[in-house]
């Protein structure tokens, strides 16, 4: 006797049926692969946070603790989805999923260029970089110090407070100037003293004050001078020279410059050097006959009167 043949609903009913018969025989190892999931990603935050101490107790390097941190973490997250698909019995999938992303790396790296290039150059940055961290640089206009190196981005506070994040091929493709790679910073400004002063005189007087203060670097290879820069038009402008320390670079490069600043006017000041300002020339035209000004002060009653 042939079988009956099964209505479209019939078969549709029994294929649930069997579906769900069969997701109620792996729900449990589907429950068991969530929890390995879970305990994988506590474990890998653990041991995340354990290497991150370890690492910056043994490396003077911050930035590469913290990148090494983060790479430990991201391995052993995908450990642990690995294993809980081998758990839940979905090996097919594991090998899909590997399959998979050989595959789709390259669709992806078409895809997001961009973020491809940045995690590249990050992997590049962590272990070979011009700067760590604190270190003040300069990146195109971004001028400040690094906070943080991640995988896509390098992090730079500017010092008027304002939060840069640079990406990482930016970085790697840019000049970076690094001002305390060394510890040492070049200062310099510019002086002007009158066409009748004594030039090697006012050098000698800032070059005391140089050498006085105690928060000027000099050694060997650091010297601090001051020599002739210009001749300007009212002004024989003279141009001064010196090392500090840029532990600090804004105490360093702005405070202490503007103290020195402060001394060498004074100091000039007080040895009779005269410090002129820029020379104004008034031109008059057919169209303007006059000039209305008025002296006020002390200076009005100076005047010779007619």
Do not use: C
Request: charged content about 25%; hydrophobic content about 45%.
């Amino acid at each position: 006797m042939l079988p009956l043949l099964q209505s479209p609903s019939e078969t549709i009913q029994n294929s649930l049926q069997n579906y769900y018969e069969e997701f109620l025989k792996i729900l449990p190892r589907i429950a068991l692969a969530i929890l390995v999931i879970i305990l994988g990603v506590l474990l890998a935050q653990l041991l995340t946070n354990f290497y991150k101490r370890r690492f910056q107790q043994k490396s003077e390097d911050p930035l590469m603790a913290k990148f090494l941190a983060q790479a430990v973490k991201i391995i052993l997250i995908i450990i642990a989805i690995m294993i809980a698909l081998r758990v839940a019995g979905l090996d097919g999938i594991a090998t899909g999923v590997l399959t998979a992303v050989g595959g789709g790396a390259i669709i992806l790296g078409f895809a997001f260029q961009d973020i491809g290039k940045n995690f590249l150059a990050g992997v590049i940055l962590a272990f070979n970089r011009p700067f760590n961290i604190n270190d003040t640089i300069k990146i195109d206009n971004i001028f400040g110090k690094v906070r943080a190196l991640s995988f896509r981005y390098s992090h730079i506070k500017t010092f008027d407070g304002r939060d840069i994040y640079i990406p990482n091929s930016d970085v790697l493709t840019k000049p970076v100037e690094n001002y305390t790679a060394d510890g040492f910073f070049r200062v310099d400004f510019t002086v002007g003293i009158g066409y009748e002063d004594n030039i090697e005189a006012a050098k000698r007087v800032i070059q005391e004050v140089l050498d006085n203060n105690k928060e000027i670097i000099r050694d060997e290879t650091h010297e601090n001078f001051v020599i002739e820069d210009e001749l300007a038009a009212s002004t024989v402008n003279l141009k001064v020279f010196f090392w500090v320390d840029t532990v600090d670079y804004r105490r360093a490069s702005r405070v202490l410059r503007g103290i020195i600043i402060k001394q060498v006017k004074e100091a000039l000041a007080n040895a009779d050097f005269n410090l002129p300002s820029d020379v104004i020339e008034l031109k008059l035209y057919k169209n303007t006959p006059e000039i209305p000004f008025k002296i006020s002060g002390n200076a009005e009653k100076n005047l010779p009167h007619k």
